[in-house]
Protein backbone atom coordinates (compact mmCIF):
# COMPACT_ATOMS: atom_id res chain seq x y z
CA UNK A 1 0.00 0.00 0.00
CA UNK A 2 0.88 3.47 -1.13
CA UNK A 3 2.35 5.69 2.00
CA UNK A 4 -0.03 8.46 2.50
CA UNK A 5 1.12 11.62 0.87
CA UNK A 6 2.24 15.39 3.11
CA UNK A 7 -0.08 17.36 4.18
CA UNK A 8 -0.40 20.17 1.74
CA UNK A 9 0.48 17.55 -1.78
CA UNK A 10 3.47 19.78 -2.05
CA UNK A 11 6.75 18.33 -2.96
CA UNK A 12 7.82 14.85 -0.67
CA UNK A 13 11.01 16.99 0.59
CA UNK A 14 11.83 16.92 4.95
CA UNK A 15 9.74 19.37 6.73
CA UNK A 16 11.65 22.71 7.99
CA UNK A 17 13.35 22.23 11.17
CA UNK A 18 12.36 24.38 14.29
CA UNK A 19 14.88 26.36 15.37
CA UNK A 20 14.74 28.58 18.68
CA UNK A 21 15.17 31.79 18.01
CA UNK A 22 17.62 34.17 19.00
CA UNK A 23 17.45 36.73 21.73
CA UNK A 24 18.47 39.61 19.74
CA UNK A 25 15.88 38.52 17.29
CA UNK A 26 13.11 38.23 19.59
CA UNK A 27 14.08 41.07 21.14
CA UNK A 28 13.18 43.04 17.82
CA UNK A 29 10.64 41.05 17.03
CA UNK A 30 8.65 42.02 20.38
CA UNK A 31 9.64 45.73 20.55
CA UNK A 32 8.10 46.28 17.00
CA UNK A 33 4.56 45.78 18.72
CA UNK A 34 5.30 47.64 21.39
CA UNK A 35 7.22 50.53 19.47
CA UNK A 36 4.88 50.48 16.28
CA UNK A 37 5.93 54.53 15.85
CA UNK A 38 7.11 57.27 17.12
CA UNK A 39 3.70 58.70 19.24
CA UNK A 40 3.74 55.13 20.88
CA UNK A 41 7.80 55.73 22.11
CA UNK A 42 6.13 59.36 23.54
CA UNK A 43 3.09 57.75 25.10
CA UNK A 44 5.99 55.19 26.98
CA UNK A 45 8.10 57.74 27.90
CA UNK A 46 5.30 60.14 29.35
CA UNK A 47 3.65 57.78 31.44
CA UNK A 48 6.92 56.73 32.62
CA UNK A 49 7.29 60.19 33.66
CA UNK A 50 3.75 60.40 35.32
CA UNK A 51 4.20 57.22 37.33
CA UNK A 52 7.41 58.95 38.78
CA UNK A 53 4.96 61.58 39.57
CA UNK A 54 6.89 64.32 38.05
CA UNK A 55 4.48 67.41 37.82
CA UNK A 56 6.23 69.08 35.15
CA UNK A 57 7.32 66.90 31.75
CA UNK A 58 8.65 68.36 28.74
CA UNK A 59 8.94 66.67 25.32
CA UNK A 60 11.90 67.26 22.72
CA UNK A 61 11.06 66.11 19.30
CA UNK A 62 13.20 65.70 15.86
CA UNK A 63 12.16 64.61 12.77
CA UNK A 64 8.72 63.40 14.04
CA UNK A 65 10.12 61.67 16.44
CA UNK A 66 12.88 59.42 14.02
CA UNK A 67 16.17 61.56 15.06
CA UNK A 68 15.39 62.70 18.48
CA UNK A 69 13.05 62.30 20.95
CA UNK A 70 14.33 63.97 24.30
CA UNK A 71 11.51 63.92 27.44
CA UNK A 72 12.30 65.52 30.67
CA UNK A 73 10.90 65.54 33.64
CA UNK A 74 10.96 66.35 37.38
CA UNK A 75 9.72 62.78 38.74
CA UNK A 76 11.53 60.89 41.66
CA UNK A 77 13.74 59.14 38.87
CA UNK A 78 16.14 55.82 38.98
CA UNK A 79 17.86 54.61 42.18
CA UNK A 80 21.43 54.18 41.22
CA UNK A 81 22.15 50.42 41.83
CA UNK A 82 19.27 49.94 39.10
CA UNK A 83 20.31 51.29 35.90
CA UNK A 84 22.66 47.55 35.23
CA UNK A 85 19.29 46.01 34.56
CA UNK A 86 17.04 49.49 33.57
CA UNK A 87 16.61 48.50 29.55
CA UNK A 88 16.82 44.77 30.05
CA UNK A 89 13.15 42.84 28.76
CA UNK A 90 10.65 42.71 31.66
CA UNK A 91 12.25 44.55 34.51
CA UNK A 92 9.93 47.19 36.59
CA UNK A 93 9.26 48.07 39.93
CA UNK A 94 5.66 48.70 38.95
CA UNK A 95 5.23 44.56 40.21
CA UNK A 96 6.26 41.63 41.00
CA UNK A 97 3.87 39.06 41.20
CA UNK A 98 1.21 38.31 38.67
CA UNK A 99 -1.47 39.25 41.31
CA UNK A 100 -0.58 42.19 41.59
CA UNK A 101 -2.30 43.28 38.08
CA UNK A 102 -5.57 42.82 39.66
CA UNK A 103 -5.31 46.21 41.67
CA UNK A 104 -2.10 47.84 39.30
CA UNK A 105 -2.36 51.95 39.44
CA UNK A 106 0.54 52.31 37.64
CA UNK A 107 0.70 53.05 33.69
CA UNK A 108 3.54 50.82 33.10
CA UNK A 109 3.80 47.64 34.72
CA UNK A 110 5.42 44.99 31.80
CA UNK A 111 9.17 46.69 32.22
CA UNK A 112 8.85 46.32 28.05
CA UNK A 113 9.11 50.01 26.84
CA UNK A 114 12.64 51.29 27.67
CA UNK A 115 13.97 47.65 26.22
CA UNK A 116 11.91 47.98 23.04
CA UNK A 117 13.23 51.48 22.69
CA UNK A 118 16.82 50.13 23.18
CA UNK A 119 16.57 47.50 20.39
CA UNK A 120 14.92 49.62 17.71
CA UNK A 121 16.77 53.08 18.69
CA UNK A 122 19.83 54.74 20.81
CA UNK A 123 18.04 56.15 23.95
CA UNK A 124 18.01 59.41 23.94
CA UNK A 125 15.63 58.07 22.24
CA UNK A 126 17.94 58.35 18.94
CA UNK A 127 17.68 57.12 15.57
CA UNK A 128 14.39 55.32 15.93
CA UNK A 129 13.87 51.83 13.82
CA UNK A 130 17.70 52.54 12.63
CA UNK A 131 17.64 48.63 12.19
CA UNK A 132 14.07 48.28 11.03
CA UNK A 133 14.24 49.37 7.29
CA UNK A 134 10.46 48.74 6.53
CA UNK A 135 9.34 50.33 9.70
CA UNK A 136 11.12 53.19 8.59
CA UNK A 137 10.62 53.58 5.17
CA UNK A 138 6.57 53.85 6.04
CA UNK A 139 7.39 56.77 8.53
CA UNK A 140 9.79 58.72 6.60
CA UNK A 141 7.49 61.75 6.14
CA UNK A 142 8.35 63.63 9.62
CA UNK A 143 4.76 65.67 9.34
CA UNK A 144 3.15 62.48 9.44
CA UNK A 145 3.99 61.52 13.25
CA UNK A 146 4.62 65.02 14.71
CA UNK A 147 1.03 65.79 15.16
CA UNK A 148 -0.26 62.26 16.63
CA UNK A 149 2.71 63.44 19.19
CA UNK A 150 1.46 66.64 19.84
CA UNK A 151 -2.24 65.08 20.01
CA UNK A 152 -0.87 62.17 22.64
CA UNK A 153 0.43 65.07 24.71
CA UNK A 154 -2.62 67.64 24.08
CA UNK A 155 -4.47 64.69 25.68
CA UNK A 156 -2.30 63.99 28.61
CA UNK A 157 -2.53 67.81 29.66
CA UNK A 158 -6.39 67.89 29.65
CA UNK A 159 -6.62 64.84 31.92
CA UNK A 160 -3.79 65.83 34.06
CA UNK A 161 -4.21 69.04 35.36
CA UNK A 162 -1.80 69.50 37.87
CA UNK A 163 0.77 68.42 35.69
CA UNK A 164 2.74 71.20 33.48
CA UNK A 165 3.40 69.84 30.01
CA UNK A 166 5.30 71.27 27.04
CA UNK A 167 6.31 69.95 23.59
CA UNK A 168 8.45 71.33 20.62
CA UNK A 169 10.42 70.77 17.32
CA UNK A 170 13.81 70.20 17.95
CA UNK A 171 15.39 73.79 17.16
CA UNK A 172 11.99 75.54 17.63
CA UNK A 173 11.83 78.60 20.12
CA UNK A 174 7.75 78.48 20.47
CA UNK A 175 6.35 74.97 21.72
CA UNK A 176 3.55 73.66 19.53
CA UNK A 177 1.69 72.25 23.35
CA UNK A 178 2.25 74.41 26.62
CA UNK A 179 -0.22 73.86 29.57
CA UNK A 180 0.41 75.24 32.48
CA UNK A 181 -0.67 73.50 36.29
CA UNK A 182 -4.25 74.69 36.92
CA UNK A 183 -7.00 73.32 38.89
CA UNK A 184 -9.51 73.70 36.72
CA UNK A 185 -10.44 71.21 33.85
CA UNK A 186 -11.60 74.11 31.52
CA UNK A 187 -8.69 76.05 31.44
CA UNK A 188 -6.54 72.98 30.74
CA UNK A 189 -8.72 72.67 27.85
CA UNK A 190 -8.89 75.89 26.61
CA UNK A 191 -4.85 75.72 26.96
CA UNK A 192 -4.97 72.88 25.01
CA UNK A 193 -7.62 73.23 22.34
CA UNK A 194 -8.82 76.81 22.83
CA UNK A 195 -11.66 79.34 24.04
CA UNK A 196 -13.48 78.29 21.11
CA UNK A 197 -13.84 74.96 21.93
CA UNK A 198 -14.85 75.33 25.97
CA UNK A 199 -17.43 78.17 24.66
CA UNK A 200 -19.58 75.40 23.92
CA UNK A 201 -18.82 72.11 26.20
CA UNK A 202 -20.87 71.28 29.38
CA UNK A 203 -20.61 68.87 32.20
CA UNK A 204 -21.74 65.80 32.50
CA UNK A 205 -21.44 63.26 35.28
CA UNK A 206 -22.61 59.16 36.19
CA UNK A 207 -22.38 57.34 38.74
CA UNK A 208 -23.59 53.56 39.37
CA UNK A 209 -22.51 53.04 42.65
CA UNK A 210 -25.61 50.73 43.77
CA UNK A 211 -25.30 48.17 41.38
CA UNK A 212 -23.13 46.01 43.63
CA UNK A 213 -21.12 44.16 40.05
CA UNK A 214 -20.96 47.71 38.23
CA UNK A 215 -19.94 50.43 40.45
CA UNK A 216 -18.32 52.94 38.14
CA UNK A 217 -17.89 56.76 38.25
CA UNK A 218 -17.55 59.03 35.19
CA UNK A 219 -17.20 62.71 35.19
CA UNK A 220 -16.18 64.70 31.61
CA UNK A 221 -17.35 67.70 29.25
CA UNK A 222 -19.39 67.19 26.25
CA UNK A 223 -19.99 69.40 23.39
CA UNK A 224 -23.58 70.87 23.12
CA UNK A 225 -25.74 71.74 18.99
CA UNK A 226 -23.57 74.40 18.81
CA UNK A 227 -20.02 72.85 18.65
CA UNK A 228 -18.83 72.52 14.86
CA UNK A 229 -15.90 70.46 14.16
CA UNK A 230 -14.51 68.17 10.68
CA UNK A 231 -13.51 65.17 13.33
CA UNK A 232 -14.63 64.03 16.31
CA UNK A 233 -11.95 64.88 19.39
CA UNK A 234 -12.89 61.96 21.99
CA UNK A 235 -10.45 61.73 24.91
CA UNK A 236 -10.83 59.15 27.47
CA UNK A 237 -8.97 58.24 30.59
CA UNK A 238 -9.89 54.90 32.65
CA UNK A 239 -8.32 54.78 35.99
CA UNK A 240 -6.03 57.74 34.71
CA UNK A 241 -4.95 55.64 31.73
CA UNK A 242 -5.58 57.41 28.33
CA UNK A 243 -7.07 54.06 26.26
CA UNK A 244 -9.32 53.96 23.44
CA UNK A 245 -13.34 52.23 23.43
CA UNK A 246 -14.80 51.70 20.15
CA UNK A 247 -17.96 50.36 21.30
CA UNK A 248 -18.39 53.58 23.85
CA UNK A 249 -17.34 55.82 20.85
CA UNK A 250 -19.57 54.19 18.44
CA UNK A 251 -22.80 54.85 21.22
CA UNK A 252 -21.43 58.21 21.39
CA UNK A 253 -21.26 59.15 17.91
CA UNK A 254 -24.79 58.07 17.26
CA UNK A 255 -26.65 59.95 20.01
CA UNK A 256 -24.84 62.90 18.93
CA UNK A 257 -26.12 62.09 15.08
CA UNK A 258 -29.80 63.13 15.88
CA UNK A 259 -28.00 66.42 16.79
CA UNK A 260 -25.32 67.36 15.05
CA UNK A 261 -25.53 68.25 11.37
CA UNK A 262 -24.14 65.22 9.45
CA UNK A 263 -20.69 66.69 8.65
CA UNK A 264 -20.29 67.37 12.67
CA UNK A 265 -18.67 65.89 14.70
CA UNK A 266 -18.56 66.40 18.59
CA UNK A 267 -15.62 66.68 20.98
CA UNK A 268 -15.59 64.41 24.15
CA UNK A 269 -13.04 64.56 27.31
CA UNK A 270 -14.50 61.65 29.51
CA UNK A 271 -12.87 60.30 32.98
CA UNK A 272 -14.28 56.89 33.64
CA UNK A 273 -13.12 54.79 37.42
CA UNK A 274 -14.07 51.78 38.04
CA UNK A 275 -12.54 49.23 41.15
CA UNK A 276 -9.00 47.91 39.87
CA UNK A 277 -10.11 44.41 39.83
CA UNK A 278 -13.45 45.31 36.97
CA UNK A 279 -10.50 46.58 34.73
CA UNK A 280 -8.25 44.35 32.40
CA UNK A 281 -5.34 46.27 31.38
CA UNK A 282 -3.62 43.40 30.08
CA UNK A 283 -5.40 42.65 26.69
CA UNK A 284 -3.45 44.99 24.13
CA UNK A 285 0.58 45.35 23.41
CA UNK A 286 0.35 49.11 23.97
CA UNK A 287 -2.10 49.21 26.56
CA UNK A 288 -4.16 51.15 24.16
CA UNK A 289 -7.27 49.30 25.04
CA UNK A 290 -8.53 47.38 28.27
CA UNK A 291 -11.47 45.44 28.91
CA UNK A 292 -14.08 46.46 31.65
CA UNK A 293 -16.53 43.80 33.31
CA UNK A 294 -20.05 44.58 32.60
CA UNK A 295 -19.05 46.91 29.67
CA UNK A 296 -22.29 46.86 27.63
CA UNK A 297 -24.06 48.00 30.68
CA UNK A 298 -21.77 50.71 32.01
CA UNK A 299 -21.78 51.93 28.10
CA UNK A 300 -25.64 51.92 28.00
CA UNK A 301 -25.36 54.07 31.54
CA UNK A 302 -23.19 56.73 29.50
CA UNK A 303 -25.39 56.65 25.97
CA UNK A 304 -27.96 57.43 28.20
CA UNK A 305 -26.90 60.49 30.26
CA UNK A 306 -25.57 62.24 27.16
CA UNK A 307 -28.49 61.83 25.53
CA UNK A 308 -30.33 63.11 28.28
CA UNK A 309 -27.98 66.04 28.60
CA UNK A 310 -27.89 67.31 24.83
CA UNK A 311 -31.87 66.85 24.69
CA UNK A 312 -31.82 69.58 27.60
CA UNK A 313 -29.26 71.65 26.87
CA UNK A 314 -30.40 71.56 22.81
CA UNK A 315 -33.53 74.46 23.42
CA UNK A 316 -31.25 77.30 21.79
CA UNK A 317 -29.18 77.05 18.66
CA UNK A 318 -26.05 80.27 18.02
CA UNK A 319 -25.53 80.82 14.15
CA UNK A 320 -22.66 82.63 13.47
CA UNK A 321 -23.10 85.58 11.25
CA UNK A 322 -20.46 87.81 9.51
CA UNK A 323 -21.41 91.45 8.36
CA UNK A 324 -22.20 92.46 5.08
CA UNK A 325 -19.78 92.29 2.55
CA UNK A 326 -20.38 95.41 0.10
CA UNK A 327 -18.51 94.10 -2.77
CA UNK A 328 -20.98 91.75 -3.11
CA UNK A 329 -23.30 95.06 -3.54
CA UNK A 330 -20.54 96.45 -5.79
CA UNK A 331 -21.39 94.03 -8.28
CA UNK A 332 -24.61 95.87 -9.53
CA UNK A 333 -22.59 98.96 -10.35
CA UNK A 334 -20.39 98.60 -14.06
CA UNK A 335 -18.07 101.43 -13.21
CA UNK A 336 -16.84 99.44 -10.18
CA UNK A 337 -16.51 96.31 -12.34
CA UNK A 338 -14.48 98.19 -14.49
CA UNK A 339 -12.31 99.33 -11.60
CA UNK A 340 -12.17 95.71 -10.34
CA UNK A 341 -11.36 94.45 -13.72
CA UNK A 342 -8.61 96.94 -14.16
CA UNK A 343 -7.33 96.29 -10.86
CA UNK A 344 -6.75 92.27 -11.51
CA UNK A 345 -5.37 93.42 -14.71
CA UNK A 346 -2.54 95.37 -13.57
CA UNK A 347 -1.53 92.49 -11.34
CA UNK A 348 -3.35 93.96 -7.73
CA UNK A 349 -5.28 90.70 -6.34
CA UNK A 350 -8.97 91.28 -5.87
CA UNK A 351 -10.65 90.74 -2.47
CA UNK A 352 -14.25 90.15 -3.53
CA UNK A 353 -15.76 87.27 -2.23
CA UNK A 354 -18.00 84.76 -4.36
CA UNK A 355 -21.55 85.41 -4.08
CA UNK A 356 -21.98 82.06 -3.61
CA UNK A 357 -19.73 82.06 -0.16
CA UNK A 358 -21.14 85.07 1.21
CA UNK A 359 -24.32 85.10 4.24
CA UNK A 360 -27.19 86.53 3.25
CA UNK A 361 -28.55 88.97 5.94
CA UNK A 362 -31.01 91.05 3.75
CA UNK A 363 -33.46 89.35 1.26
CA UNK A 364 -34.67 92.25 -0.61
CA UNK A 365 -30.30 92.66 -1.41
CA UNK A 366 -30.62 90.61 -5.21
CA UNK A 367 -27.06 89.22 -4.25
CA UNK A 368 -29.42 87.07 -1.23
CA UNK A 369 -31.86 85.90 -3.70
CA UNK A 370 -32.14 81.82 -4.45
CA UNK A 371 -31.01 82.64 -8.10
CA UNK A 372 -27.60 84.08 -7.41
CA UNK A 373 -26.48 80.57 -5.36
CA UNK A 374 -27.55 78.51 -8.37
CA UNK A 375 -24.81 80.37 -10.41
CA UNK A 376 -27.37 81.60 -13.27
CA UNK A 377 -28.68 77.90 -14.15
CA UNK A 378 -32.29 79.12 -14.09
CA UNK A 379 -33.49 82.25 -14.15
CA UNK A 380 -37.03 81.14 -13.36
CA UNK A 381 -36.87 80.27 -9.67
CA UNK A 382 -38.70 83.23 -7.67
CA UNK A 383 -42.20 83.28 -8.95
CA UNK A 384 -45.02 85.52 -7.84
CA UNK A 385 -48.30 83.99 -6.64
CA UNK A 386 -51.88 85.37 -6.07
CA UNK A 387 -52.36 85.45 -2.29
CA UNK A 388 -56.17 86.52 -2.44
CA UNK A 389 -57.19 83.52 -0.94
CA UNK A 390 -54.48 83.46 1.74
CA UNK A 391 -56.24 86.81 2.89
CA UNK A 392 -59.39 85.93 2.51
CA UNK A 393 -59.01 82.72 5.01
CA UNK A 394 -56.47 84.48 7.32
CA UNK A 395 -57.82 87.07 9.93
CA UNK A 396 -56.36 90.46 10.82
CA UNK A 397 -53.85 89.01 13.48
CA UNK A 398 -51.98 86.99 10.44
CA UNK A 399 -51.23 90.01 8.81
CA UNK A 400 -47.25 89.64 10.17
CA UNK A 401 -47.43 85.99 8.79
CA UNK A 402 -48.67 86.74 5.51
CA UNK A 403 -45.85 89.16 4.74
CA UNK A 404 -43.16 86.61 6.41
CA UNK A 405 -44.48 84.10 3.41
CA UNK A 406 -45.07 87.00 1.02
CA UNK A 407 -41.59 88.39 1.58
CA UNK A 408 -39.28 85.56 2.63
CA UNK A 409 -36.16 84.25 1.08
CA UNK A 410 -35.68 80.65 0.71
CA UNK A 411 -32.57 79.08 2.45
CA UNK A 412 -32.83 75.70 1.95
CA UNK A 413 -34.19 71.90 2.74
CA UNK A 414 -33.62 70.94 6.72
CA UNK A 415 -35.01 67.50 6.03
CA UNK A 416 -37.77 65.67 4.31
CA UNK A 417 -40.34 67.50 6.28
CA UNK A 418 -38.91 71.21 6.91
CA UNK A 419 -37.38 73.53 5.08
CA UNK A 420 -35.33 77.03 6.22
CA UNK A 421 -36.77 80.73 5.39
CA UNK A 422 -35.47 83.82 5.76
CA UNK A 423 -37.50 86.76 6.95
CA UNK A 424 -35.53 90.42 7.53
CA UNK A 425 -32.54 88.92 9.67
CA UNK A 426 -34.71 86.03 11.13
CA UNK A 427 -34.70 82.30 10.18
CA UNK A 428 -37.98 80.55 10.54
CA UNK A 429 -38.47 76.56 10.16
CA UNK A 430 -41.66 75.85 8.12
CA UNK A 431 -43.21 72.41 7.98
CA UNK A 432 -43.70 71.93 4.33
CA UNK A 433 -45.76 68.56 4.60
CA UNK A 434 -48.56 70.10 6.82
CA UNK A 435 -48.70 73.61 4.36
CA UNK A 436 -48.55 71.62 1.48
CA UNK A 437 -51.95 68.98 2.61
CA UNK A 438 -53.07 73.02 3.66
CA UNK A 439 -53.21 73.44 -0.14
CA UNK A 440 -54.19 70.07 -0.94
CA UNK A 441 -57.56 70.99 1.12
CA UNK A 442 -58.38 73.95 -0.33
CA UNK A 443 -58.66 72.93 -3.69
CA UNK A 444 -61.09 69.99 -2.17
CA UNK A 445 -63.11 72.42 -0.22
CA UNK A 446 -63.46 75.38 -2.94
CA UNK A 447 -65.53 75.93 -5.89
CA UNK A 448 -63.60 75.38 -9.40
CA UNK A 449 -62.93 78.83 -10.38
CA UNK A 450 -61.11 79.78 -7.19
CA UNK A 451 -59.35 76.75 -7.17
CA UNK A 452 -56.23 77.61 -9.27
CA UNK A 453 -55.37 80.70 -6.57
CA UNK A 454 -55.64 77.92 -3.95
CA UNK A 455 -52.89 76.14 -5.34
CA UNK A 456 -51.01 79.33 -5.38
CA UNK A 457 -51.21 79.93 -1.80
CA UNK A 458 -50.03 76.73 -1.41
CA UNK A 459 -46.98 77.20 -3.33
CA UNK A 460 -46.20 80.46 -2.09
CA UNK A 461 -46.44 79.41 1.37
CA UNK A 462 -44.51 76.32 0.64
CA UNK A 463 -41.69 78.45 -1.25
Request: proline share 3%.
Amino acid sequence: MDEPSPRGGGCAGEPPRIRRLEESVVNRIAAGEVIQRPSSAVKELIENSLDAGASSVSVVVKDGGLKLIQVSDDGHGIRFEDLPILCERHTTSKLSAYEDLQTIKSMGFRGEALASMTYVGHVTVENLFYNMVARKKTLQNSNDDYPKIVDFISRFAVHHINVTFSCRKHGANRADVHSASTSSRLDAIRSVYGASVVRDLIEIKVSDEDAADSIFKMDGYISNANYVAKKITMILFINDRLVDCTALKRAIEFVYSATLPQASKPFIYMSINLPSEHVDVNIHPTKKEVSLLNQERIIETIRNAVEEKLMNSNTTRIFQTQALNLSGIAQANPQKDKVSEASMGSGTKSQKIPVSQMVRTDPRNPSGRLHTYWHGQSSNLEKKFDLVSVRSRRNQKDAGLLDIVKNCAYVGLADEAFALIQHNTRLYLVNVVNIRMEGDGDRRTRPAGTAETATGAGRAAAV
